[in-house]
Protein backbone atom coordinates (compact mmCIF):
# COMPACT_ATOMS: atom_id res chain seq x y z
CA UNK A 1 0.00 0.00 0.00
CA UNK A 2 1.16 3.77 -0.76
CA UNK A 3 1.61 5.41 2.20
CA UNK A 4 2.15 9.02 2.34
CA UNK A 5 2.93 10.18 6.38
CA UNK A 6 2.80 13.54 7.44
CA UNK A 7 5.53 14.44 10.56
CA UNK A 8 2.79 16.02 13.24
CA UNK A 9 -0.96 15.36 13.10
CA UNK A 10 -1.72 18.73 15.40
CA UNK A 11 0.76 21.91 15.57
CA UNK A 12 0.20 24.89 17.61
CA UNK A 13 2.73 27.92 17.02
CA UNK A 14 3.07 31.62 17.62
CA UNK A 15 2.35 34.51 14.66
CA UNK A 16 6.27 35.24 13.18
CA UNK A 17 7.64 31.65 14.04
CA UNK A 18 8.90 29.95 10.97
CA UNK A 19 7.19 26.46 10.61
CA UNK A 20 8.08 23.19 9.18
CA UNK A 21 5.61 20.99 7.82
CA UNK A 22 6.93 17.70 6.50
CA UNK A 23 5.98 14.91 4.19
CA UNK A 24 7.28 11.41 3.20
CA UNK A 25 6.11 9.39 1.07
CA UNK A 26 7.12 5.06 0.44
CA UNK A 27 6.09 4.21 -3.42
CA UNK A 28 8.85 6.36 -5.76
CA UNK A 29 6.65 8.62 -6.87
CA UNK A 30 7.37 11.50 -9.39
CA UNK A 31 4.87 14.11 -7.98
CA UNK A 32 4.01 15.39 -4.17
CA UNK A 33 1.62 17.98 -3.59
CA UNK A 34 0.64 20.22 -0.57
CA UNK A 35 -2.94 21.68 -0.06
CA UNK A 36 -4.53 23.56 2.56
CA UNK A 37 -8.13 22.98 3.90
CA UNK A 38 -10.60 25.14 4.88
CA UNK A 39 -14.60 24.73 5.35
CA UNK A 40 -16.49 25.86 2.35
CA UNK A 41 -13.37 25.99 0.25
CA UNK A 42 -11.85 22.79 -0.84
CA UNK A 43 -9.02 21.51 -1.22
CA UNK A 44 -6.40 24.42 -2.16
CA UNK A 45 -3.06 23.98 -4.04
CA UNK A 46 -0.38 25.92 -2.36
CA UNK A 47 2.59 23.90 -4.29
CA UNK A 48 3.24 20.96 -6.64
CA UNK A 49 6.99 19.30 -7.59
CA UNK A 50 7.34 17.42 -10.38
CA UNK A 51 10.28 15.83 -9.77
CA UNK A 52 13.73 16.31 -7.21
CA UNK A 53 14.32 20.07 -6.85
CA UNK A 54 11.50 21.24 -9.07
CA UNK A 55 8.62 23.22 -8.15
CA UNK A 56 5.43 24.95 -9.02
CA UNK A 57 2.81 27.37 -7.45
CA UNK A 58 -0.43 26.05 -6.99
CA UNK A 59 -3.01 28.43 -6.48
CA UNK A 60 -2.71 29.76 -2.97
CA UNK A 61 1.32 30.37 -2.86
CA UNK A 62 1.47 33.42 -1.36
CA UNK A 63 3.22 33.14 2.73
CA UNK A 64 4.55 29.48 1.61
CA UNK A 65 7.93 27.74 0.30
CA UNK A 66 8.51 24.37 -0.53
CA UNK A 67 11.61 22.29 -0.93
CA UNK A 68 12.20 18.83 -2.06
CA UNK A 69 15.85 17.86 -1.96
CA UNK A 70 15.16 14.27 -2.06
CA UNK A 71 12.73 12.53 -3.91
CA UNK A 72 10.54 11.00 -1.29
CA UNK A 73 10.42 14.00 0.89
CA UNK A 74 8.50 17.49 0.38
CA UNK A 75 8.62 20.13 2.94
CA UNK A 76 6.05 22.80 3.43
CA UNK A 77 7.64 26.08 4.94
CA UNK A 78 5.67 28.99 5.99
CA UNK A 79 8.53 31.62 6.62
CA UNK A 80 6.53 33.74 9.17
CA UNK A 81 3.31 32.20 10.18
CA UNK A 82 0.04 34.44 10.82
CA UNK A 83 -3.27 33.96 11.99
CA UNK A 84 -4.82 33.45 8.36
CA UNK A 85 -2.52 30.49 7.71
CA UNK A 86 -4.14 28.46 10.26
CA UNK A 87 -5.71 25.82 8.72
CA UNK A 88 -5.45 21.87 7.83
CA UNK A 89 -2.43 21.04 5.43
CA UNK A 90 -2.54 17.98 3.50
CA UNK A 91 0.39 16.43 1.45
CA UNK A 92 -0.30 14.28 -1.20
CA UNK A 93 1.81 12.32 -4.14
CA UNK A 94 1.31 10.80 -7.67
CA UNK A 95 2.98 8.84 -9.92
CA UNK A 96 3.16 9.46 -13.64
CA UNK A 97 1.50 12.85 -14.74
CA UNK A 98 0.87 15.09 -12.00
CA UNK A 99 -3.01 15.98 -13.05
CA UNK A 100 -4.06 12.66 -14.85
CA UNK A 101 -3.01 10.02 -11.75
CA UNK A 102 -4.23 8.98 -8.40
CA UNK A 103 -3.15 11.06 -5.97
CA UNK A 104 -2.84 9.22 -2.50
CA UNK A 105 -2.90 11.80 0.61
CA UNK A 106 -1.44 11.63 4.17
CA UNK A 107 -3.87 12.24 7.20
CA UNK A 108 -3.45 15.96 7.40
CA UNK A 109 -1.58 18.10 9.80
CA UNK A 110 -3.95 20.66 11.77
CA UNK A 111 -2.32 24.14 12.27
CA UNK A 112 -2.75 26.75 15.19
CA UNK A 113 -1.44 29.52 14.63
CA UNK A 114 -1.88 31.94 17.90
CA UNK B 1 -7.15 28.37 -15.06
CA UNK B 2 -10.21 25.50 -14.39
CA UNK B 3 -13.01 26.54 -11.99
CA UNK B 4 -15.41 23.37 -9.93
CA UNK B 5 -18.03 24.22 -8.66
CA UNK B 6 -20.19 21.37 -6.51
CA UNK B 7 -23.33 20.94 -4.82
CA UNK B 8 -24.83 20.52 -2.76
CA UNK B 9 -22.55 21.49 0.14
CA UNK B 10 -24.15 18.57 2.70
CA UNK B 11 -26.80 16.10 2.11
CA UNK B 12 -29.03 14.05 4.17
CA UNK B 13 -30.21 10.95 3.53
CA UNK B 14 -31.79 7.64 4.94
CA UNK B 15 -30.25 4.47 4.53
CA UNK B 16 -30.97 3.01 1.46
CA UNK B 17 -32.04 5.78 -0.46
CA UNK B 18 -29.56 6.96 -3.16
CA UNK B 19 -27.68 10.13 -2.91
CA UNK B 20 -26.20 12.51 -5.79
CA UNK B 21 -23.23 15.09 -6.04
CA UNK B 22 -22.92 17.23 -8.80
CA UNK B 23 -19.93 19.46 -10.15
CA UNK B 24 -19.65 21.69 -12.90
CA UNK B 25 -16.11 22.86 -14.65
CA UNK B 26 -15.14 25.52 -16.58
CA UNK B 27 -12.13 24.41 -18.60
CA UNK B 28 -13.36 22.54 -21.82
CA UNK B 29 -9.53 21.35 -21.83
CA UNK B 30 -10.01 19.24 -19.06
CA UNK B 31 -10.29 15.43 -19.54
CA UNK B 32 -9.77 13.87 -16.32
CA UNK B 33 -12.26 13.87 -13.29
CA UNK B 34 -12.12 11.82 -10.10
CA UNK B 35 -14.15 11.86 -6.73
CA UNK B 36 -12.52 11.34 -3.53
CA UNK B 37 -13.82 10.55 -0.14
CA UNK B 38 -12.43 11.94 3.35
CA UNK B 39 -13.63 10.22 5.79
CA UNK B 40 -13.20 12.04 9.84
CA UNK B 41 -9.89 12.08 10.69
CA UNK B 42 -8.02 11.02 7.49
CA UNK B 43 -6.87 12.16 4.00
CA UNK B 44 -9.24 12.14 1.03
CA UNK B 45 -9.16 8.61 -0.79
CA UNK B 46 -9.72 8.23 -4.88
CA UNK B 47 -13.12 6.13 -4.63
CA UNK B 48 -13.40 5.98 -8.56
CA UNK B 49 -12.90 8.33 -11.77
CA UNK B 50 -13.58 8.87 -15.26
CA UNK B 51 -11.82 10.50 -18.20
CA UNK B 52 -13.78 12.18 -20.89
CA UNK B 53 -13.70 9.26 -23.43
CA UNK B 54 -16.35 7.47 -21.71
CA UNK B 55 -20.00 8.73 -20.48
CA UNK B 56 -20.45 6.69 -17.71
CA UNK B 57 -18.46 4.15 -15.01
CA UNK B 58 -19.62 2.36 -12.44
CA UNK B 59 -18.30 0.59 -9.11
CA UNK B 60 -20.63 -2.04 -7.68
CA UNK B 61 -22.75 1.08 -5.62
CA UNK B 62 -20.50 3.82 -6.97
CA UNK B 63 -20.93 5.84 -10.17
CA UNK B 64 -20.28 8.79 -12.29
CA UNK B 65 -21.71 10.50 -15.56
CA UNK B 66 -20.04 13.15 -17.33
CA UNK B 67 -21.69 15.61 -19.72
CA UNK B 68 -18.69 16.85 -21.71
CA UNK B 69 -21.31 19.41 -23.74
CA UNK B 70 -22.72 20.70 -20.85
CA UNK B 71 -19.70 20.63 -19.08
CA UNK B 72 -20.72 18.61 -15.82
CA UNK B 73 -20.36 15.65 -14.04
CA UNK B 74 -22.05 14.02 -11.13
CA UNK B 75 -21.27 11.02 -8.24
CA UNK B 76 -24.54 8.82 -7.93
CA UNK B 77 -24.82 6.25 -4.18
CA UNK B 78 -26.81 3.86 -4.72
CA UNK B 79 -28.62 1.82 -1.61
CA UNK B 80 -26.51 4.51 0.61
CA UNK B 81 -24.76 3.03 3.92
CA UNK B 82 -23.88 4.53 7.21
CA UNK B 83 -20.22 4.21 6.00
CA UNK B 84 -20.77 6.10 3.03
CA UNK B 85 -21.15 8.98 5.54
CA UNK B 86 -17.99 11.31 4.79
CA UNK B 87 -17.13 14.51 2.78
CA UNK B 88 -16.71 13.66 -1.08
CA UNK B 89 -14.55 16.27 -3.56
CA UNK B 90 -15.03 16.13 -7.12
CA UNK B 91 -12.08 17.09 -9.44
CA UNK B 92 -11.01 18.04 -12.78
CA UNK B 93 -7.90 18.52 -14.55
CA UNK B 94 -6.85 19.17 -18.16
CA UNK B 95 -3.78 16.77 -20.48
CA UNK B 96 -1.58 19.65 -20.67
CA UNK B 97 1.92 18.84 -18.76
CA UNK B 98 2.32 19.45 -15.83
CA UNK B 99 -0.83 20.52 -14.85
CA UNK B 100 -2.26 20.87 -11.49
CA UNK B 101 -5.99 18.78 -10.29
CA UNK B 102 -8.43 21.36 -9.09
CA UNK B 103 -11.22 20.16 -6.65
CA UNK B 104 -14.61 20.92 -6.04
CA UNK B 105 -15.17 22.64 -2.39
CA UNK B 106 -16.90 19.37 -0.79
CA UNK B 107 -20.11 17.88 -0.13
CA UNK B 108 -20.95 16.39 3.73
CA UNK B 109 -22.45 13.51 3.38
CA UNK B 110 -24.48 11.93 6.23
CA UNK B 111 -26.84 8.59 6.14
CA UNK B 112 -29.20 8.40 8.54
CA UNK B 113 -29.47 4.89 9.92
Known amino acids: DVKVTQSSRYLVKRTGEKVFLECVQD?????MFWYRQDPGLGLRLIYFSYDVKMKEKGDIPEGYSVSREKKERFSLILESASTNQTSMYLC?????????????FGPGTRLLVL | GENVEQHPSTLSVQEGDSAVIKCTYSDSASNYFPWYKQELGKGPQLIIDIRSNVGEKKDQRIAVTLNKTAKHFSLHITETQPEDSAVYFCAASPSRGYQKVTFGTGTKLQVIP
Open chain 1, 27 to 31: MDHEN
Open chain 1, 92 to 104: ASSPGLAGQETQY
